[in-house]
């Protein structure tokens, strides 16, 4: 059984910091990209940044560049989200998401973690 674990979410208040952890787990062969993703209440999920699995590319959405720091450990099947100066708007709940291809397959699929609630108050 495949999982995408998240952890480090939390009540922070405007300014601060907060990191957010995946480690996957299971029968895994290889993940290619992988990413975070947040949905705020009453809107569409949407992408915050995204890194290859070289690491040497990495994508943000234009509201969290310059503040959030994707990063990954390849040996350990880890991603990590490191968020300053955070904004009440970045209020949402924090997914981890990966394309990974199974023992035994041929094949990327998408998987998704259950989530972590990240909340910045004013």
């Known amino acids: 059984q495949l999982q995408l674990v998240e952890s480090g979410g939390g009540l922070v208040q405007s300014g601060g910091s907060l990191r957010l952890s995946c480690a996957a787990s299971?029968?895994?062969?290889?993940?290619?990209?992988m990413g975070w993703f947040r949905q705020a209440p009453g809107k569409q999920r949407e992408l915050v940044a995204s890194i290859t699995r070289g690491g040497d590319s990495t994508n943000y959405a234009d509201s969290v560049k310059g503040r959030f720091t994707i990063s990954r450990d390849n040996a350990k099947n880890t991603l990590s989200l490191q968020m300053n100066s955070l904004k009440p708007e970045d209020t949402a709940v924090y997914y981890c998401?990966?394309?990974?291809?199974?023992?035994?397959?041929?094949?990327?699929?998408?998987?998704w973690g259950q989530g972590t609630q990240v909340t910045v108050s004013s």
């Open positions: 998401n990966a394309d990974v291809r199974v023992k035994g397959t041929y094949v990327f699929s998408h998987y």
């Open positions: 299971g029968n895994i062969d290889s993940i290619t990209a």
